[in-house]
C-alpha cells in the first residue's frame, strides 16, 4: 500500500520522495523517463565520469537518485506514462500505461513534479528539419549521447542557453554563434539576489569558461529571427537580427549552421494538475502554473505539487520545494513530521533567484514583428498567421479558443503544448486586446494528457 503516489523524478520529485519515506510513509514513484533524474539529471550510462562530462553537479543528483534506490519503503516505476487523470470525491485516479500495460492508481494523497518544457516562439522557417529547442538539443546529448549537428547556432533568452551551448562544445561541436535577445546588464537589476545565490554565480562562471575555451563569445540584444532550407530540405542558414529593447527588428545578417537550437525559457508542463482540476494562476512571465499554499499543498486538500510546475526556478529552488512537499504529504497521511522553518527559508532564498530570472530574461511582444503570413503557427496542422487571421477577420473568432477549432491549431498531436501560448498571444494581438487568464489557462489544459494506441487501452484495466 502507496499511501503517497509522486509524478516526476527530477529534483523536486526525487527530494518529495526522500522526505516523505523519512517520514514514514511509503512511496510509489512514477516517471515517464527509463531513468532517475529527471531532464536536469538525464543519463543513459552507468558512466559516470562519461556523465559528468554533461552536467554542472551530477554528483547532487547521483546521492538523490541512489537513496532512492536504496529505500525499499519507495517503489519507483520508471518509463510510466499517464495518459489520463481525473479527481472524484476525493480521489485521484491516475490511467498508467507501464510496461506496456495500462494500470489504473487511485490515492487520495498525492504530489506533482511534472516540471517544464522549453517554451517556443514561432518565426519564418521553425518547422525546417534541423530548428530545435535547446532542450531537444541537450536530450539528445545526455540521453543518448549524440550530437543533434556539427555546427551549431544557440539563441532566444535565459541561462539555460549556457549548458545547452558548452555541452555542444565538449561533444566536439562547434557553436557558431550564442545569442540572447535580452541585455547582459539586466542583472544588475537583482545584485542582492545575486550575492546571496553564489553557487549560481559559479555555475554560470563553470559554463562560461567551455564557452571560451570553444572560442565563443555571447552576443546579447541579438536573435534568430528567420530559418531557411538548403536543396536537401533541411537547414542551411539562419537569420540573426540586431534587436531593441522591445524585439523589434534593426538590422539582419545571415549565418550558415545545419542546426539551431532556440528557446525563450520554459512553460509548466500543468497537464496533469489541470485533469485533476487544481487551480492555475498567471506567473510573472505570463505563463501559467499550479497555485500551492505555504506548504506546497494544491487547491485540492491531499494533492500537493513542487517544481517547475508552481513557477520556473531551477533545480535548486524545486528540490526545496520538493522536501516541503513531501513532508506536507507524509503528514497529511498521519506521520508525525513537521516543516522546518529552515525549509521555508531555504525555499524563499530560491524563490528570490526566480524572480530575479523573470526580470533578466523577459520575452518582449516584438517577437510578433518577426511573422509574415506564411509563417506556420500550428506545425502539427500546418496552420499559417494567415490562416489565423482569416479566422479572426472573416469568420469572426474573438478568442484564441475559438481561433482554435475554427483552424485546428493546437489540435494535433502535441494538443497546444508548442503553440498554444504563441496562438492566445497571436489572437490578442490581432484583435488588438490584452489575453485573458481564461485564454491562457484553457490553452493549456488538455483531456488526453498524452497518446495512448488504441490496442493499449483495449488491453488495460
Known amino acids: 500500500m502507496h499511501n503517497v503516489v509522486i509524478i516526476g523524478a527530477g529534483p523536486a520529485g526525487l527530494s518529495a520522495a526522500l522526505s516523505a519515506a523519512a517520514a514514514g510513509a511509503p512511496v510509489l514513484l512514477l516517471d515517464n523517463n527509463p531513468r532517475l533524474g529527471g531532464q536536469y539529471w538525464r543519463t543513459f550510462t552507468e558512466d559516470t565520469d562519461r556523465e559528468r562530462s554533461q552536467h554542472f553537479d551530477l554528483d547532487t543528483g547521483l546521492i538523490l537518485m541512489n537513496a532512492v534506490k536504496a529505500r525499499k519503503d519507495i517503489e519507483v516505476w520508471s518509463g510510466a506514462q499517464i495518459w489520463s487523470a481525473s479527481h472524484q470525491q476525493g480521489v485521484n485516479t491516475l490511467r498508467v500505461i507501464y510496461q506496456g500495460i495500462e494500470k489504473i492508481i487511485n490515492t487520495k494523497n498525492l504530489v506533482i513534479c511534472t516540471g517544464a518544457y522549453d517554451r517556443t516562439l514561432p518565426f519564418p522557417g521553425w518547422d525546417i528539419p534541423g530548428v530545435m529547442t535547446p532542450?531537444?538539443?541537450?536530450?539528445?546529448?545526455?540521453?543518448?549521447?549524440?550530437?543533434?549537428?556539427?555546427?551549431?547556432?544557440v539563441a532566444g533568452s535565459g541561462p539555460f542557453l549556457l549548458p545547452v551551448a558548452a555541452g555542444v562544445i565538449k561533444s566536439g561541436g562547434t557553436v557558431l554563434e550564442l545569442l540572447e535577445a535580452n541585455k547582459s546588464r539586466r542583472?544588475?537589476?537583482?545584485?542582492?539576489?545575486?550575492?546571496?545565490?553564489?553557487?549560481?554565480?559559479?555555475?554560470?562562471?563553470?559554463?562560461?569558461?567551455?564557452?571560451?575555451?570553444?572560442?565563443l563569445r555571447a552576443r546579447f540584444g541579438q536573435a534568430v529571427v528567420a530559418a531557411h532550407?538548403?536543396?536537401?530540405g533541411e537547414l542551411n542558414s539562419v537569420d540573426i537580427a540586431v534587436i531593441n529593447r522591445n524585439f523589434k527588428i534593426k538590422k539582419?545578417?545571415?549565418?550558415?549552421?545545419?542546426?539551431?537550437?532556440?528557446?525563450?525559457?520554459?512553460?509548466?508542463?500543468?497537464?496533469?494538475?489541470g485533469a485533476l482540476g487544481c487551480e492555475q494562476v498567471i506567473a510573472k512571465d505570463d505563463g501559467v502554473v499550479v497555485l500551492v499554499n505555504d506548504d506546497q499543498q494544491t487547491s485540492i486538500t491531499g494533492v500537493f505539487a513542487a517544481?517547475?510546475?508552481?513557477?520556473?526556478?531551477?533545480?535548486?529552488?524545486?528540490?526545496a520545494e520538493g522536501v516541503i512537499a513531501g513532508l506536507a504529504a507524509a503528514k497529511y497521511v498521519g506521520c508525525n513530521v513537521n516543516i522546518l522553518k529552515a525549509h521555508r527559508k531555504r525555499r524563499a532564498k530560491k524563490q528570490r533567484f526566480a524572480d530575479a530570472l523573470i526580470k533578466s530574461y523577459?520575452?518582449?511582444?516584438?517577437?510578433?514583428?518577426?511573422?509574415?503570413?506564411?509563417?506556420?503557427?500550428?506545425?502539427?496542422?500546418?496552420?499559417?498567421?494567415?490562416?489565423?487571421?482569416?479566422?479572426?477577420?472573416?469568420?469572426?473568432?474573438?478568442?484564441?479558443?475559438?481561433?482554435?477549432?475554427?483552424?485546428?491549431?493546437g489540435m494535433?498531436?502535441?494538443?497546444?503544448?508548442?503553440?498554444?501560448?504563441?496562438?492566445?498571444?497571436?489572437?490578442?494581438?490581432?484583435?488588438?486586446?490584452?489575453?485573458?487568464?481564461?485564454?491562457?489557462?484553457?490553452?493549456?489544459?488538455?483531456?488526453?494528457?498524452?497518446?495512448?494506441?488504441?490496442?493499449?487501452?483495449?488491453?488495460?484495466?
Open 307 to 319: 517544481g517547475e510546475i508552481t513557477g520556473i526556478g531551477g533545480s535548486e529552488l524545486s528540490m
Open 135 to 153: 532542450g531537444g538539443v541537450q536530450s539528445l546529448l545526455k540521453g543518448h549521447g549524440v550530437l543533434a549537428g556539427k555546427k551549431v547556432v
Open 187 to 215: 542583472w544588475l537589476l537583482s545584485p542582492l539576489t545575486l550575492l546571496e545565490n553564489i553557487s549560481k554565480i559559479k555555475e554560470a562562471f563553470y559554463y562560461i569558461k567551455i564557452i571560451s575555451e570553444g572560442k
Open 362 to 409: 523577459p520575452v518582449k511582444s516584438g517577437w510578433k514583428s518577426w511573422l509574415n503570413d506564411q509563417t506556420v503557427i500550428c506545425r502539427c496542422e500546418e496552420v499559417d498567421l494567415s490562416d489565423l487571421k482569416h479566422a479572426i477577420k472573416e469568420l469572426g473568432a474573438t478568442d484564441s479558443r475559438t481561433a482554435k477549432l475554427l483552424t485546428r491549431c
Open 412 to 461: 494535433g498531436l502535441c494538443q497546444g503544448r508548442v503553440c498554444g501560448r504563441s496562438v492566445v498571444d497571436l489572437v490578442a494581438d490581432e484583435i488588438k486586446i490584452s489575453p485573458t487568464d481564461t485564454d491562457r489557462i484553457s490553452a493549456v489544459n488538455r483531456p488526453i494528457i498524452s497518446p495512448i494506441p488504441l490496442g493499449v487501452l483495449a488491453a488495460g484495466e
Open 252 to 273: 539582419i545578417r545571415n549565418v550558415k549552421c545545419d542546426v539551431a537550437a532556440i528557446g525563450w525559457g520554459f512553460t509548466a508542463d500543468t497537464s496533469i494538475a
Open 229 to 232: 532550407r538548403g536543396d536537401n
